[in-house]
């Protein structure tokens, strides 16, 4: 299995021998791209956000609807404090880190604190070692084989669908980011960042609902939250735990296998990566972080060889991938529930 695992990472990297130099001319930020996606991600959320407000006491149903589309242009906003947390949305980093701070204010996503995390997350991506920082958390099938039913249960409830999707979310954007849960050395200013951008972002949002009332404000902007909360954890579950993904242990990792194996190319319609700042082009983004997001499309056209080895999913393609729930070390693929137990009923038959 270690030989195939190295022979696969192998001729990911003979194949992509040169992508150093392919991706080194999209890192160069574009101001006037970046000035105009902020117009066309900031410009429609607040138009919208507004309209919810007064929907709200005609049509609640119309509330939620416009938050469910309300939603996608908060992704567009947050994807934007991403890039700002990379240093790649604009030239200057001091720029990066004012626009990302005011990012995290319609995202309710602490801005500096997340975006250590999730760089550690790049630097580390498909290490099983460090899978509970920046990603969704899953177990291996000896990992899981070697829990009490108690243990099984918990686990199975929280890689349901629901739980996974809809109540996690709002716990994490809710609860996790509101603490430091996360530490390395040094980090001490970073938490003290994040406690003071949390208390920002709460001073806010309670003047918002005293200023506009607190049933329509936590209703409009609960809805987009709720809703943004379900798109960002389902994109990043089919961008990482798709069926083929990459996941070693540290002695085997390959950083050249893990962003192209270990992310996904999500072939969505054009509106949609409109809408989601082009974060379906994930592999590139991991092979390089310092693309900003208005860079990616191009990046992918221009050279197809980058889609060679990537794994291509549709939106219906991507919806069966809900099931994948354990990590098998052995067929190097994630595995549902049921195809679990049907092979420890095999092995206990034989």
């Known amino acids: ?62 509330t939620l609807a416009l938050g469910a589309l309300n939603a996608f242009f908060l992704v567009r906003i947050f994807i934007i404090q991403h890039d700002c947390g990379h240093y790649s949305f604009l030239k200057k980093r001091k720029v990066n880190d004012v626009i990302g701070f005011v990012c995290s204010f319609f995202s309710s996503i602490p ?30 099938v000896d990992e899981y084989r070697e829990l009490s039913k108690w243990g099984r249960f918990k686990y199975r409830l929280f890689r349901s669908p629901v739980v996974l999707f809809m109540i996690v979310p709002v716990i994490y954007l809710g609860v ?10 040094g980090w001490n200013p970073i938490h003290r960042k994040q406690h003071i951008n949390n208390i920002l972002i709460g001073l806010v949002y309670v003047g918002l609902g005293f200023l506009l009332g607190w049933k329509a404000f936590l209703i409009v902007q609960g809805s987009i939250i709720f809703f943004f909360g379900i798109i960002a954890f389902w994109f990043f579950y ?28 999500y072939k969505l319609p054009r509106v949609l990566h409109f809408l989601t700042g082009n974060i379906g082009y994930h592999h590139i983004h991991h ?14 056209k221009e050279n197809p060889v980058l889609q060679r080895y990537v794994t291509k999913i549709s939106f219906f393609e991507s919806l069966p991938m809900m099931f994948n729930k354990l990590w098998d070390e052995e067929k190097q693929r994630m595995i549902s529930f049921r195809e679990f137990y049907r092979g420890e009923a095999g092995m206990t038959a034989a």
Request: charged fraction near 20%; aromatic fraction near 16%; glycine fraction near 6%.
């Open 1 to 62: 299995m270690e030989n195939s695992i190295k022979t696969g990472a192998e001729e990911i990297n003979q194949g992509l021998r040169n992508w150093k130099s392919i991706v080194a001319k999209y890192q160069k930020a574009d101001t006037g791209r970046a000035i105009g996606q902020l117009f066309s991600s900031f410009g429609p959320f607040v138009a919208l956000w507004i309209a919810m407000y007064f929907s709200v006491d005609y049509s609640i149903w119309l």
């Open 287 to 300: 092979l390089s972080s310092r693309i900003p997001n208005y860079n990616l499309r191009r990046c992918a």
């Open 111 to 140: 801005y500096t604190y997340w975006a250590r995390v999730h760089s550690y997350h790049h630097g580390h991506t498909g290490q099983l070692e460090h899978r509970d920082i920046g990603d969704i958390d899953f177990l291996t």
């Open 176 to 185: 996790v980011l509101r603490i430091p849960r996360i530490s390395f050395e």
């Open 238 to 265: 089919v961008q990482h735990q798709h069926e083929h993904t990459y996941m070693q242990w540290t002695k085997n990792w390959d950083y050249l296998a893990a962003a192209i194996k270990g992310a996904t190319f």
